[in-house]
C-alpha cells in the first residue's frame, strides 16, 4: 500500500506511517580504516588486543596486536554495516602469526549482528588460521547471512594464544563486500511517541537503519520495513528420498515423487546414420565411415542424416583407390582427407553438399584412426612403415622419402607388432605431436602389474628448421586426453593426469587401496655406435666436454659386440667448458656416449665434444 509523505507541522497520532520526502543518505558499504591507515580511530579493541604497526613478510602492514602469554583478544570496527534480512555479506581478513609455531596462536574474521536497540544477536566466525610461521600470511573469510531481527553488523577481527607461549600475533586487512548501499527493504518510518504531536517545520535526518529513532519536534519517527506483498515459491515436482528403479525399456516409466520420467533413447535413431567410430567434423557436419563410403550429416543437425540437399554420402568408393572400406578420417588444410588400407582420398566439403569435390587421390594409405592429428599446417598419420606426413608424401608419392617420421620408423614398427592400438594427439601450447603405445595392466597371480605407456613425441622447432624424436615412458597407460587451455590432461582408468613442466612422475601402488608417490623422471640421450674415422681401427679417447643444463652423469660404451658394454656413470657439471677438459681415457674401434639425467632440476643439453685420435694397426 502506499504511505503518504511526510508534511510539516502536521499533527500525528502515535501509529501514523509516513515517508520521507528526501531519501536517507545511503549506509556504508564498506568499512571505514579496515587497513588502519588513520590509526586506531573507527576500532573498538577488546581484552588484550592493542593497536600497534607491525611490518609482515612481503611488506605488508598489520596493525591489531596479540602479545604472547594472553589469552585472547580482538578488535571490532565501529562502521554499521546494513544487509537486507536473508542476504549474504562477506567478510575477510589476514592474519600474520610471526614466529608462533603452528597451533600455538590462531586469528580469524568475525562478523557480529545487532538489533535496532544495539543488542548482539549473533556472531558469525571465518575459518581459523592457526598454521602461518615464518612470516607467512593467510586469510580468514567468512560468509555470513543476515538474520532475522538485525538491523546492521559489524566486522572485527578476534586473536586467541595459548598461555605458555610468547610470541605475538597479528591481524589486519579487513574488507567486506554484499553490503546494502541504500535503504532497506523501502523503508518507511512510524509514529511511536505516546501521545499526538506535531511535526517540525523542516524534515529531520532520517536514520537509515531498521528500528532506529529519530525526534521530529513533538513526534519520534522510527524506522520500519514498509509493507510488502511477499510471493513464496513452491515446487510442483519434487523427486523422492530414494533412487527409483530404472526402466532398461525405451518409452518406459517409473514414478519418483510428484515426477513420473519416461527412458529415451540417447542414440541418433535416424537409419542412414552408419553408428561407425571413424568419425570427423567439418563444414558444420558430421562425417561418419560407412564402408566404402562416407555419410553426413544435415547442417547443425548430427540427428538428421536423410534430408534431401542437406544430408547425404561422399561417394569414396566409386573413385580411385575407393574399393577398401574407410579406415581412417581427418582434416587437411580444411579438407576432409579419407584412408583406406590403399590410399587416401581429399575432398572439399561445405555446407551444400552440392560444392562438395574430389580435389586428389594418391595411393597412401593408413588404418589407424585415432594416430591421425593434424600438426600446424600439415596432417601427421600412421602408415604400416611409421609416422608419415601428408605434405610430404603427397609430394614424393611413397612412404620411403626422407619423412619426419623415419629416423623412428623400427621403433614405431615394433611397437606395432605388438599389437597395441596407436592414440595420437597434437599438443599446442609444446608445440608436440604425441604416437602412444599402450601396455595394459595385468595380474601376474595375486599381483597386480600396472600398465605403461611408449609415447614418442616430434617436438616441432622455428620455421624452416626440422624437428627431433623423444621417447617418453610413462609408469600408467593413457586412456584418452584432452587440451584445456594450456594444459594437457591424461586420463588412466580412472585417474586424471596433467603434464606440466615442473611435475615428476605420479606412481601409482595399488595394494588395500591405491598409494600415490610423485617422483623425478630421468632423461637419457644415448648415441648409435660411432666409428669416428676408419672402421675397425682403435681410438683413443682422452677427454671430453659437455654443454648443457642440470645434473648429468656420463658414461661410454666401449664393446658394441658385448651386448654393448658401457663404463660407469661418470657425474659431471652441466657444463664443462670453463677449465680443463674432463679426463676419459679410454680404447675401442667404436663408442657410444649415454647422457643421464636425474630429473632432480630443469635439465637441457647443447653440445657434447670429444677428444681422440685414431691408432695405428700394428704390422
Known amino acids: 500500500m502506499a504511505y503518504p509523505v511526510w508534511q510539516s507541522g502536521t499533527l500525528y497520532q502515535p501509529g501514523d506511517i509516513v515517508v520521507p520526502i528526501t531519501a536517507p543518505s545511503p549506509t556504508a558499504t564498506s568499512v571505514e580504516n579496515g587497513e588502519f591507515t588513520d590509526g586506531a580511530n573507527n576500532w573498538d579493541f577488546t581484552g588484550s588486543a592493542f593497536y600497534s604497526e607491525h611490518v609482515s613478510k612481503g611488506g605488508w602492514r598489520t596493525y591489531v596486536e596479540l602479545p604472547g602469554n594472553q589469552a585472547g583478544g580482538g578488535a571490532l570496527n565501529q562502521t554499521k554495516l546494513v544487509v537486507p534480512v536473508g542476504k549474504k555479506i562477506t567478510a575477510a581478513c589476514l592474519i600474520d602469526q610471526g614466529a608462533s609455531v603452528a597451533g600455538a596462536t590462531r ?92 511535526s517540525d517545520a523542516s524534515e529531520p535526518a532520517w536514520p537509515p537503519v531498521l528500528g532506529q529513532q529519530v525526534v521530529d519536534n513533538e513526534v519520534t519517527w522510527e524506522a520500519i520495513a514498509a509493507t510488502r506483498v511477499v510471493w513464496t515459491a513452491e515446487p510442483l515436482y519434487i523427486s523422492g528420498d530414494t533412487e527409483p528403479e530404472w526402466p532398461e525399456e525405451e518409452g518406459g516409466m517409473v514414478k519418483d515423487g510428484t515426477v513420473t520420467l519416461r527412458a529415451v533413447s540417447r542414440r541418433v535413431e535416424d537409419p542412414n546414420c552408419p553408428n561407425t567410430k571413424i568419425v570427423a567434423i567439418a563444414a558444420s557436419k558430421v562425417f561418419c565411415g560407412d564402408d566404402d563410403i562416407v555419410r553426413y550429416s544435415a547442417t547443425v543437425n548430427p540427428l538428421d542424416w536423410s534430408t534431401d540437399n542437406d544430408a547425404g554420402y561422399l561417394p569414396t568408393g566409386l573413385q580411385n583407390y575407393g574399393a577398401n572400406p574407410v579406415t581412417a578420417m581427418g582434416l587437411y588444410r580444411g579438407n576432409l582427407i579419407v584412408f583406406n588400407a590403399e590410399a587416401f582420398q581429399l575432398w572439399q566439403v561445405d555446407e551444400d553438399p552440392a560444392n562438395m569435390a574430389l580435389l586428389d587421390a594418391l595411393p597412401m594409405g593408413s588404418t589407424q584412426h585415432h594416430a591421425i592429428a593434424p600438426v600446424s599446417n600439415d596432417l601427421f598419420f600412421l602408415a604400416s612403415q611409421g609416422v608419415r606426413t601428408v605434405g610430404i608424401a603427397a609430394s614424393s608419392t611413397n612412404f620411403q622419402a626422407g619423412d619426419v617420421g623415419m629416423p623412428i620408423d623400427p621403433l614405431v614398427q615394433e611397437a606395432m607388432a605388438a599389437g597395441s592400438e596407436p592414440l595420437a594427439l597434437y599438443y599446442p601450447a609444446m608445440g608436440q605431436y604425441w604416437l602412444v603405445f599402450n601396455s595394459y595392466g595385468h595380474w601376474e597371480g595375486e599381483m597386480w602389474i600396472p600398465g605403461t605407456a611408449q609415447v614418442f613425441v616430434y617436438s616441432m622447432t622455428r620455421m624452416g628448421q626440422v624437428g627431433a624424436w623423444s621417447r617418453y615412458t610413462f609408469p600408467y597407460a593413457i586412456d584418452d586426453w584432452a587440451i584445456a587451455g594450456d594444459l594437457l590432461y591424461l586420463r588412466s582408468g580412472d585417474f586424471i593426469h596433467r603434464v606440466g613442466e615442473a611435475a615428476g612422475d605420479e606412481i601409482g601402488i595399488q595394494r588395500d587401496g591405491w598409494t600415490f608417490e610423485v617422483v623425478p623422471f630421468e632423461g637419457l640421450i644415448q648415441w648409435p655406435w660411432l666409428e669416428f674415422g676408419q672402421p675397425g681401427v682403435t681410438k683413443m679417447l682422452y677427454g671430453f666436454d659437455i654443454v648443457g643444463q642440470g645434473r648429468v652423469s656420463v658414461s661410454f660404451g666401449i664393446d658394441q659386440s658385448n651386448g654393448g658394454l658401457f663404463t660407469p656413470g661418470y657425474t659431471v657439471p652441466a657444463d664443462t667448458v670453463p677449465g680443463m677438459v674432463i679426463p676419459m681415457p679410454l680404447a675401442a674401434p667404436s663408442l657410444s656416449v649415454k647422457l643421464t639425467y636425474d630429473g632432480s632440476e630443469p635439465w637441457q643439453w647443447n653440445a657434447l665434444g670429444l677428444y681422440l685420435q685414431d691408432l695405428r694397426g700394428m704390422s
Open 107 to 198: 586469528g580469524w574474521v568475525e562478523v557480529h549482528w545487532f538489533s535496532a536497540s544495539n543488542v548482539l544477536l549473533r556472531i558469525d566466525k571465518g575459518n581459523q588460521v592457526d598454521s602461518g610461521s615464518g612470516g607467512a600470511v593467510h586469510r580468514s573469510t567468512c560468509e555470513a547471512i543476515c538474520p532475522e531481527g538485525a538491523a546492521y553488523c559489524r566486522a572485527g577481527i578476534e586473536l586467541w594464544s595459548v598461555a605458555d607461549h610468547n610470541h605475538a600475533i597479528w591481524g589486519g586487512n579487513l574488507w567486506v563486500e554484499g553490503t546494502f548501499a541504500g535503504l532497506p527493504a523501502d523503508l518507511a518510518y512510524k509514529a511511536v511517541q505516546p501521545e499526538s504531536g506535531f
